[in-house]
């Protein structure tokens, strides 16, 4: 199914999303922005976002989110259902930002190469 509006996952305050925002504002690409924070997690949307991307692009095991859970938190993220449950109760260690194109694909963060072969016709 097409998503007629380019869409962006994130967090209002995270760089890379301000970045990618910015980007799409210049090159007059209408976008519509779903705040992780004050809308959550689109639970329906992760399967399908781990089945493009993957949990090593999908789950930021860098940020400080991932550093400050336990352990035994850590290491139970072993496969597409324990990574989603955990994108649902910490949705900070998603990867910023999260994009859905028109065409239905997904990008993961911000690149400015990656964007323009995404929003090129």
Known sequence: MKNPILTVYGI???DTVKK??????GQALAHQF???KKQGVPAELLR???????APVLLNRKGTTWRQLDEATRTAVVD???TI?????????IKRPVVVWP???ISV??????????AAP
Do not use: I, K
Request: glycine share 10%; aromatic share 12%.
């Open 85 to 93: 449950a955990l994108m649902l109760a910490q949705p900070s260690v």
């Open 34 to 36: 779903h705040d992780f």
């Open 20 to 25: 990618a925002r910015a980007w799409l504002t």
């Open 12 to 14: 209002p305050n995270c």
């Open 80 to 82: 597409d259902s324990t």
């Open 103 to 105: 065409n239905g694909q």
């Open 109 to 118: 963060g911000f690149d400015e190469a990656s964007f323009g072969a995404h």
């Open 48 to 54: 399908n976002w781990l089945a493009q991307v993957g």
